[in-house]
């Protein structure tokens, strides 16, 4: 499995409140990316990094702030978390280089985030 | 716009029967397919890629241009294939993967 770990991997939080999710990876790949998956729409992107303090928005960004000080962290925030951001956050990396480069993105394990 | 769809949401079958996951997708540039599998709630692993042209598990998939599909098929479903199964596209740039909605897959003994 690729060196990537998400943290926390289970928070309960109360609308209103700040929230930050951390994706860390030891693989040193360039590009990094914050999905959401709910039951009925799957994998959506929130937002993704192509390098340091380079970041974009995906399909779903409204809510969301991302941020990238080093290659190997891609932090996730809600500043004001509302019960629609309840989910199941994923991190994924991507390595983008070479000719081996085939587009695979390796996910980390989760994290379950419930807004009350 | 790239878009993934996955029309089965859910696919019962019994085990020993042959298991076909549809996928069909829209994008103008060449794609990158890819169909990732997810155990209960553990993380998305890589099942195929299309340009390996390989089979994993007993899986495989082919690319259909023409009818813009990557059927994901397996000839004898056994019980440890359940899972959720997402089909993903994409066009080689920074912004990743399009993922369907998946299809839960269960395999009935």
């Known amino acids: 499995d690729a060196g990537i770990t998400q943290s926390p991997r289970h928070k309960v939080t109360e609308t209103g409140t700040p929230v930050t999710l951390r994706c860390h990876q030891t693989e040193n790949h360039r590009y990094m990316y914050w999905y959401r998956q709910d039951p009925g729409h799957g994998l959506r992107l929130i937002h993704y990094?192509?390098?340091?303090?380079?970041?974009d928005k995906g399909e779903v960004s409204d809510g969301y702030s991302v941020s990238r000080s080093k290659t190997e962290d891609f932090l996730l925030t809600l500043e004001s978390a509302t019960s629609s951001q309840t989910s199941v956050y994923f991190c994924?990396?991507?390595?983008?280089?070479?000719?081996?480069?085939?587009?695979?993105?390796?996910f980390g394990e989760g994290s379950r985030l419930t807004v009350l | 716009a790239q878009r993934v769809t996955q029309p089965e949401k859910l696919l019962s079958v019994f085990k020993g029967a042959p298991v076909e996951l549809k996928c069909n997708y829209s994008?103008?540039?060449?794609?990158?397919l890819f169909w990732y599998v997810q155990y209960s709630r553990q993380r998305l692993q890589l099942l195929l890629r299309h340009i390996s042209r390989e089979s994993i598990k007993g899986f495989t998939a082919d690319l259909n241009k023409g009818e813009t599909s990557f059927h994901l098929k397996k000839p004898f479903a056994q019980e440890e294939d359940s899972a959720m199964y997402y089909c993903a596209l994409g066009g080689g740039g920074a912004d990743g993967l399009t993922f369907g909605k998946g299809t839960h897959l269960i395999i009935q003994p």
């Open positions: 994008y103008s540039g060449s794609p990158e």
């Open positions: 994924a990396i991507r390595d983008g280089a070479g000719i081996s480069n085939t587009g695979e993105l390796f």
């Open positions: 990094s192509y390098g340091v303090k380079d970041t």
